[in-house]
């Protein structure tokens, strides 16, 4: 018997899978039902999905890849159709018996924060900041070159110079994250909810881009009506605009994989370091 | 699949780019560390995914972009690649970073560096 890979859960029993939709592997999805839930699922092979190879395979980058794809493809479609519930990539049961009997027990849960998904989607937000914001003037790169030299400065008169330029930048980043906190705040009270991710710390934009350098402050996930993306993603807008060195990005509408753990957290809950809260 | 959902139809002021596909970084944070969790049948060491996006973070947030770069660090990442077995470089990185926390008094960079190679430690 082939293990199951189980992508997503909603409680729209019409959802139908379309026939061309393929998951992990190129397998074809298919509906698990139990009561009055239902799961998107797949087979897969059992000799490339058991604990040794799966885990071996989530530390290749390009199955990595490719696995993440075709969940994220799936929830997707599903999403698309009605109100999902993402489950994190790599949930593999040993038959469909497993998944049915997880849909029984949870049932009542996954019912509560559907119901609190529904009509909603996920808004990314990233909001970066400019090296010259980042330091908090944009003089403070262009000084360095030449150091100790001039200006009749001793080693002292260096130093206590260099001591107020490390002073300044230190407290730069600190009103920097301060105002990706207010920033975050403010997404937060336009959406149900709000939640952090990890700032990325990838390259903001090509090389040679006069955005190249710029840093990423805020990662941040809304949950924000459909009716309302629009009108979510103005706000954000508005949000930043008044802040030189600041810009932003607003991708979506996801799936609501960053609020599929229900409204456990505040709407200002801090940065996540990995898997936390809704964990079991 | 382009678009990370159907954002013409929910009217987004300015979606991705259209054809764009969604940034493999923005997948990767929700479907590793976002999406419900729930225990199947096989188990997969949260830990070591957790890891694994924390190196992935370190390194480059976009497979995509290093691809158009033409990065491909993780042929040259012992972490990452099953296929890299690059021990001798691997030791001598942490002799060199043991050798400097010794040294000098430098606070850790929050990340140490034997947790993030773990991962593959176990695998061998």
């Known amino acids: 018997m082939s293990p199951t890979w189980v992508y997503a859960v909603t409680g729209d029993l019409d959802f139908a899978v379309p026939d061309d939709l393929e998951g992990i592997g190129g397998a074809r999805v298919r509906e698990v039902h139990e009561g009055r839930l239902l799961a998107a699922a797949s087979s897969v092979d059992a000799g490339a999905f058991n604990e040794e190879s799966l885990q071996r395979r989530l530390a290749d980058p390009g199955e990595l890849e490719a696995m993440a794809r075709a969940h994220h493809h799936v929830i997707g479609t599903v999403a698309e159709a009605g109100t999902v519930l993402p489950l994190r990539l790599g949930t593999v049961y040993r038959e469909d018996g497993g998944v049915r009997a997880m849909l029984a027990e949870r049932q009542p849960e996954f019912a509560a924060t559907l119901g609190w998904l529904a009509g909603r989607a996920e808004c990314g937000v990233k909001v970066w900041a400019s090296p010259a914001a980042l330091a908090g003037s944009g003089r403070a790169e262009n000084r360095a070159p030449g150091g100790g030299g001039g200006g009749g400065g001793g080693g002292a008169a260096y130093l206590s110079r260099r001591r107020d330029e490390l002073a300044a930048r230190d407290q730069a980043s600190r009103r920097t994250a301060e105002t990706a906190a207010a920033i975050h705040e403010e997404l937060a009270s336009l959406a149900v909810a709000g939640r952090q991710h990890r700032p990325q710390d990838a390259p903001a934009a090509g090389p040679g881009s006069a955005q190249a350098r710029d840093v990423m402050v805020l990662n941040g996930s809304y949950l924000v009506p459909v009716a309302g993306l629009e009108e979510f993603s103005a706000g954000a807008r508005a949000a930043v605009a008044g802040l030189a060195g600041f810009r932003l990005d607003v991708t979506g509408p996801w799936p609501p994989y960053s609020f599929a753990d229900g409204p456990t957290d505040g709407p200002t809950d801090g940065p996540t370091d990995g898997p936390t809260g809704g964990e079991e | ?124």
């Open chain 2, 1 to 124: 699949m382009t678009q990370p959902w159907n954002p013409a139809q929910a009217g987004m002021t300015r979606p991705p780019r259209r054809g764009e596909p969604a940034s493999l970084a923005d997948i990767l944070e929700r479907v590793l560390d976002k999406g419900i969790v729930i225990a199947g049948d096989i188990r997969v060491d949260l830990l070591d995914i957790e890891l694994l996006t924390i190196r992935l973070r370190l390194i480059v947030a976009s497979v995509d972009r290093a691809r158009e770069m033409g990065i491909d660090w993780w042929e040259h990442d012992p972490a990452l690649s099953s296929k890299a077995r690059d021990l001798e470089q691997e030791n001598r990185e942490l002799r060199d970073r043991v050798g400097e926390l010794e040294g000098g008094d430098q606070a850790p960079d929050g990340i140490p560096r034997q947790r993030v190679t773990s991962p593959s430690d176990r695998a061998r």
